[in-house]
């Protein structure tokens, strides 16, 4: 048996919740296209997403630790397709679209420079005077202008909701604009799962990494209630040593209940809500994604404990002292001469405006390639 396009949004129908986006019910694209007859309009999103140059580009760049400190650390790329994973498991279990779960989550981080936040910090900063930097709103430039890969249109002519959904990605590192998309309204079902499944990976997954390269080690996390909920879970004591198995274990078990507190605590909160439509649902005055008290107080015991002693370590913060020096040394030679710049970027100047376009050259950049570029331009023995 096929499965058109006009039966999968059938099916939907018949699984979704009626709070969650139904793919029939898009508000379309800003470029009107034939739809594809055997994809939904968000699993054509997915697709375009996922063959962009910007997406490829995020598996070398910075999670936490830069792509040379070892190829077991997370990266840009596996951060996202970890939030994904997540996402989808969160969304199958509270009935909302899968797919355009997927879409928002494949793209939220397309717009990120190299070197992690820090890189974000020191382009915002170098951008003040001249309009500033959002990774938020330079995904969303990425998709809506950068790629070029349609004779027809700029960009990919994304479905509105998963632009809504990109704009609206709020997390305690992200804060979103969205004067262009309702900006009266919460972001819909989907985009809420995106937030919190952005959240729930990386701190995760910072714990494994920085477990992993020895920056913390299990003695450090004793007493933190998150910690010792989840080792006595699965019936670990604290030892001396910790084996890659038993790490694996408790991260494994720590997303775990994760997923279960936030499912079940949404759940009793659409209970109570009586929503029964995504307008009703984007209209209330609370996100309704989200952990119970007590998951919160433990993450923030363990957000807090991270910010101490991974992200503000010295070896982190040394990378970040050496990413500062880059970007900006790279920013500077080409704002000085612009001649600098490859020809390609150079033609593009006029119609962006220089800073702007220096800013999307850097900001596409692989943590290896502007490393590799400031030796081209700083460093007399190597090869421009």
């Not at 981080?109 to 915002?124: Q, V």
């Not at 404990?305 to 990378?319: A, G, K, P, Q, S």
């Amino acid at each position: 048996m096929i499965y058109s396009r006009n039966q999968l949004e059938e099916l939907e129908g018949r699984v979704l919740a009626p709070y969650g986006m139904h793919s029939k019910n898009t508000r379309g694209r800003y470029y009107p296209e034939d739809e594809a007859d055997y994809r939904t309009v968000y699993q054509r999103d997915r697709d375009r997403i996922i063959h962009t140059t910007a997406f490829r580009r995020l598996e070398y760049k910075t999670q936490v630790f830069i792509n040379s400190e070892g190829d077991y650390y997370r990266t840009r790329l596996t951060h996202t397709l970890e939030v994904t994973q997540i996402g989808r498991t969160i969304a199958r279990a509270l009935g909302a679209n899968e797919d355009l779960v997927e879409s928002i989550c494949l793209a939220h981080d397309m717009g990120h420079p190299p070197f992690g936040h820090s890189g974000e910090t020191i382009l915002a900063r170098l951008m003040r005077d001249y309009g500033g930097f959002d990774h938020n709103k330079q995904s969303l430039r990425i998709v809506n202008f950068l790629e070029r890969r349609y004779p027809d249109f700029p960009g990919l002519n994304l479905s509105w909701e998963v632009l809504e959904g990109m704009v609206k990605h709020e997390t305690e590192y992200d804060q979103a604009d969205a004067k262009d998309f309702n900006p009266d309204l919460r972001g819909n079902l989907e985009a809420q799962i995106t937030n919190v499944a952005d959240e729930m990976a990386y701190t995760a997954h910072d714990l494994d990494d920085g477990l992993r390269s020895g920056m913390i080690t299990a003695s450090m996390l004793e007493g933190l209630s998150l910690w010792e909920v989840t080792t006595e879970s699965i019936g670990w004591r604290h030892g001396p040593t910790m084996e890659d198995l038993t790490r694996h274990r408790i991260i494994r078990r720590l997303i775990g209940l994760e997923v279960d507190d936030m499912v079940e605590a949404t759940e009793q909160r659409l209970r109570q809500s009586g929503v029964r439509s995504v307008e009703e649902l984007q209209r209330l005055p609370f996100n309704i994604v989200g952990h119970s008290e007590e998951m919160h107080r433990r993450n923030r015991e363990l957000k807090d404990f991270l910010f101490t002693n991974l992200y503000r370590h010295y070896r982190v913060m040394r990378m970040a002292t050496k990413a500062e020096r880059i970007l900006t040394d790279l920013f500077q030679a080409y704002h000085s001469e612009p001649a600098c710049l490859p020809k390609h970027v150079q033609s593009l100047n006029a119609d962006r405006g220089l800073e702007r376009n220096i800013c999307d050259y850097i900001a596409g950049m692989t943590d290896r390639f502007a490393i590799e570029e400031h030796l081209k331009l700083y460093d007399p023995a190597t090869l421009p």
